[in-house]
């Protein structure tokens, strides 16, 4: 058969000829509006930072630099890495109950964050946070990929994704008048001490116990039927989870490079000493060991150590973790490998909208603490306005991008692509005008267009990325498609405009534009995201095939 020919592990992406006209059941509906509370909820906890930033940097005596370390690179690394792991569960086991579970953890650790006393309390309740909020969409996006056919997954996924922006505009909101309303009534403080801010994070973490007792209730699809290709449950779905647990955790990954030989070994004893070298001296280079980052806390000897509040030596341990486990997935499960960090389509997809993510990242969580401070407005004012508009225009673009995603998919294999495309270059002037304006209302107006723009790119990307590999290997797709989103769009893009803000006099505005020179990289990644991805959506089973993965040859989806 012609290179021409659907395939449908990879379908929601093809020809025209290969959509399914299958009618969806109202489950899936149901299902998927479910999946949307979730991700708002994930997404309250995680955007309610942007609001509390200015009271945290009061309360605790820490700088911009901090605040975006503790909102980027402390929850990114975690979020990131654990991805992995919990992305091959939800691949092998109950992504229902994968769900319920991070969904409890994250919901108590942001509880707990209203109880921290100093930075690194706070940051260690952060990186909780993180940690559960990996198993979310790993999770999700499977799921949504067995309710939902190829022809309307875009879709599916962009109203999945909506979730983000509606919790982070409520975030704001409650935030905000939480916040007031606390200092107003305990201007010394309320019960057992707590702030305003303190109170903030337990108001929003507190409900999340409760929808995991709803999640609960949730049917599990069977995996990759709706694409015609069903696969059996693993019989021991935490083998492959421990498995990749410790491929990336530090220490571990030695045993398991030195089990594919000496010179694997070599190779990442040597990785891990370059990426810390390389960590070091940006360090030493941008001073950040002045600030939050290098924060000595004198040991018993009197010696100061790093603490665990170090921007650069938790990214270089990320990218080692992240550099082992591609290592170990190379030589375990090769066509998983193949078809996501062997795959030049895969990877340009990814790391295209990943530079999306950096700017947009960078603009929604300091927009809060720019317009406090830059126009003197209260936080339940800015809360409703702010939230508000930028939920609204996060809500529509991420809706109509998905939907216009797969309208052109109808009429070009390409056609997600071109969206992401816009979402990364259609925000540029408007964010420019956004953050240097003296109107408070015109930065308000351009939040909500600058966000909508911006969110236009999210659904087409995640479906972009799903139809590049087969059904069984969709979780760890998605996890490997937030290592891109997190370690360099979060992790790197609230952080730069922080510190780019510290180092001129905390002014929010270079800071925040200073993210923008991304946009030209991100240019070329796309562009040459367009050339690859049709040839790679056409060819999934069979390039699958030539990697080793056992296949049906006389399957009408071979090609």
């Not at 909780?128 to 879709?155: C, H, K, M, N, Q």
Request: aromatic share 12%; charged share 10%.
């Amino acid at each position: 058969m012609s290179d021409n020919t659907a395939v449908p592990t990879g379908a929601d992406d093809q020809a025209p000829v290969s959509l399914s006209d299958a009618e969806v059941p109202a489950y899936s509906w149901y299902a998927l509006s479910v999946l949307v509370l979730i991700y708002v909820l994930n997404f309250i906890d995680r955007q309610i930072l942007s609001i509390l930033a200015n009271d945290i940097k009061a309360d605790l005596g820490v700088d911009d630099a901090y605040l975006g370390f503790l909102y980027g690179t402390a929850f990114a690394i975690f979020y990131a890495l654990f991805g992995i792991p919990l992305g091959k569960l939800a691949d092998s086991w109950k992504r229902v109950r994968l769900m319920t579970l991070g969904l409890s953890l994250w919901s108590a650790m942001t509880a707990l964050s209203g109880f921290a006393k100093d930075a690194g309390q706070l940051t260690v309740a952060r990186i909780g946070v993180g940690v559960g909020e990996a198993t979310a969409s790993p999770s999700a996006y499977s799921l949504i990929s067995d309710w939902f056919p190829a022809r309307l997954r875009a879709t599916a996924l962009a109203i999945y994704s909506s979730g983000l922006y509606i919790g982070g505009g409520i975030s704001l909101a409650i935030g905000g008048m939480v916040v007031d309303r606390w200092n107003q009534t305990f201007p010394d403080g309320g019960p057992l001490g707590l702030a305003g801010w303190q109170a903030a994070f337990i108001a929003v973490g507190l409900p999340g116990l409760l929808l995991a007792v709803w999640v609960m209730t949730l049917r599990e699809p069977v995996r990759g039927a709706i694409d015609g290709i069903e696969t059996p449950e693993d019989p021991h779905p935490f083998r492959g989870f421990v498995r990749e647990l410790t491929t990336v955790i530090p220490g571990f990954t030695f045993f398991g490079a030195g089990a594919r030989g000496v010179g694997a070994l070599m190779i990442n004893i040597a990785v891990l000493l370059l990426m810390l070298a390389v960590g070091h001296g940006l360090t030493l280079v941008l001073d950040t060991g002045q600030g939050f980052i290098m924060e000595a806390i004198a040991n018993g000897s009197g010696i100061a150590v790093p603490a665990i509040t170090d921007q650069w030596l938790l990214l270089a341990i990320g990218y080692y973790a992240v550099f082992s486990w591609a290592c170990a997935l190379r030589v375990r499960d090769y066509p998983t490998f193949a078809l996501t960090w062997g795959s030049p389509a895969f990877l340009c997809t990814i790391l295209g909208y990943s530079t999306v993510s950096f700017a947009a990242y960078a603009a929604s969580y300091w927009g809060a603490p720019y317009a406090e401070r830059v126009f003197e407005v209260s936080k339940g004012s800015l809360g409703f306005w702010l939230g508000g508009g930028g939920a609204v225009g996060g809500f529509l673009g991420v809706i109509l991008g998905g939907r216009m995603a797969d309208l052109l998919l109808a009429k070009t294999s390409a056609g997600r692509i071109w969206v992401v495309m816009f979402g990364l270059l259609s925000p540029l002037p408007f964010a420019y005008v956004q953050y240097t304006t003296e109107s408070y209302w015109l930065f308000i107006a351009l939040n909500i267009v600058v966000g909508g723009l911006a969110a236009s790119a999210l659904g087409a990307a995640a479906a972009a990325s799903q139809a590049l590999v087969l059904p069984r290997m969709r979780g760890t797709a998605t996890a490997t498609f937030f290592l891109a989103t997190t370690l360099v769009g979060l992790a790197l893009g609230p952080f730069t405009a922080g510190y780019v803000s510290t180092i001129n006099s905390d002014n929010l505005s270079v800071g925040v534009l200073s993210t923008l020179w991304i946009a030209p990289i991100g240019l070329v990644l796309l562009i040459a995201a367009l050339k690859l991805t049709p040839e790679a959506s056409r060819t999934v089973v069979s390039r699958a095939a030539a990697a080793g993965e056992v296949v049906d040859r006389n399957d009408p989806n071979f090609s």
